[in-house]
């Protein structure tokens, strides 16, 4: 999983505008978006379109290890894909169910 999340956060320095990556530092800290957070990221946005004056300087982005609570080592599994939308040939509102005793 480590590896995994230095890649993304890898990617996320090269290729991610600044309020993208303060998104998903955020995301990635808490696991959810406040309101306050929300008003923040449209600041950041508005500065990184030229639509609101950019400061000298913003915050350092960090991007935290993801929290390795309960959750994390709790394993999960597939059970269905459903309300598929323009997915190759398939028709809209298809789903497709995994057999859970082949799963296991």
């Known amino acids: 999983m480590a590896s995994a ?3 993304i956060r890898s990617w996320a ?5 600044y309020w993208e ?12 978006l406040t309101a306050q957070d ?3 990221l449209v600041v950041y946005f508005l500065e990184d379109v030229g639509l609101a004056p950019r400061p000298l300087t913003r915050p350092k982005l960090t991007f ?3 929290s390795a609570g ?7 599994r ?6 598929l939308k323009d997915v190759n040939a398939l028709p809209s509102g298809q789903e497709i169910a995994f057999c859970a005793t082949l799963l296991s």
């Open 38 to 40: 929300l008003s923040q």
């Open 64 to 66: 935290p290890e993801p």
């Open 78 to 83: 597939l059970v269905r894909i459903f309300d």
């Open 21 to 32: 990556q303060a998104t998903l530092e955020r995301i990635v800290a808490s696991g959810q």
């Open 13 to 17: 320095a090269k290729e991610l505008k």
């Open 5 to 7: 999340y230095n890649e």
């Open 70 to 76: 309960p959750a994390a080592s709790v394993p999960c």
